[in-house]
């Protein structure tokens, strides 16, 4: 009886081993992707590096021979939209670098008179958090070196940098102007990624 057993056991065990399905094995197979940005600064749209416009002032000097005191005006009227951008840059923290050269002409003054215009150069930034801020450089001075935005570079479509120009001026303010057609300056504005 014991054989008998022995052999139903040993049956069982095989039916079962049978109609038990194997144990499910999972593979997994994993691709990693990895890439980097480059911190850079560009115009867009059109991915460049530059932008700007001529700024032709015409006439510099009144009737009686001093300055015109429009130029300002006519700065920001001539330049239109010439005179902003839309930049961005890919870094967290970009500087800004600014430039204005005095307005000169080769012609060579006397005493009471002037060949060159000094005037104050302004860049407005906006950021992600601030619009309009400021940075300026008059051209008496030596150039505003890079100097932190102080954040991201506004991203929202539109232009983000706008420049202006005041303050215009010759040495004396009696000082007329040599008459000359080569007056000519300008102004630098540098956006780098920073740090």
């Known amino acids: ?3 008998k057993l022995a052999y139903l056991s040993i049956a069982a065990a095989s039916l079962f081993a049978i109609a038990s399905p194997a144990a499910a094995q999972t ?3 994993t691709v990693n992707i990895t890439g980097t940005v480059a911190p850079k600064c560009l115009v867009v749209p059109g991915a460049g590096s530059t932008f700007g416009t001529t700024v032709a002032l015409g006439e510099l000097a009144q009737a009686d021979g001093t300055l015109a005191t429009d130029l300002a005006t006519r700065f920001s009227s001539i330049g239109g939209t010439g005179l ?3 930049v961005v840059c890919t870094s967290a ?4 670098a600014v430039d204005a050269t005095q ?3 080769a012609t060579t003054p006397t ?3 002037a060949n060159r215009i000094d005037y104050t150069a302004h860049v407005f930034v906006d950021t992600t958090s601030t619009n309009d801020v400021e940075f300026t450089n008059s051209s008496l001075n030596a150039p505003l070196a890079a100097t932190p935005i102080g954040g991201r570079l506004a991203n929202n479509g539109g232009n ?3 420049i202006t120009a005041t303050n215009f001026a010759t040495p004396a303010a009696t000082d007329l102007l040599v008459a000359a057609t080569d007056y000519s300056g300008q102004i630098v504005v ?3 990624p920073g740090a």
């Not at 923290?93 to 800004?96: F, M, S, V, Y």
């Open 111 to 113: 005493t009471g008179y």
């Open 93 to 96: 923290a970009p500087t800004i």
């Open 27 to 29: 593979t997994t197979g």
């Open 190 to 192: 540098l956006i780098a």
């Open 1 to 3: 009886m014991m054989k």
């Open 160 to 162: 983000n940098i706008t």
């Open 103 to 105: 307005i000169t002409s």
């Open 84 to 86: 902003e951008a839309r």
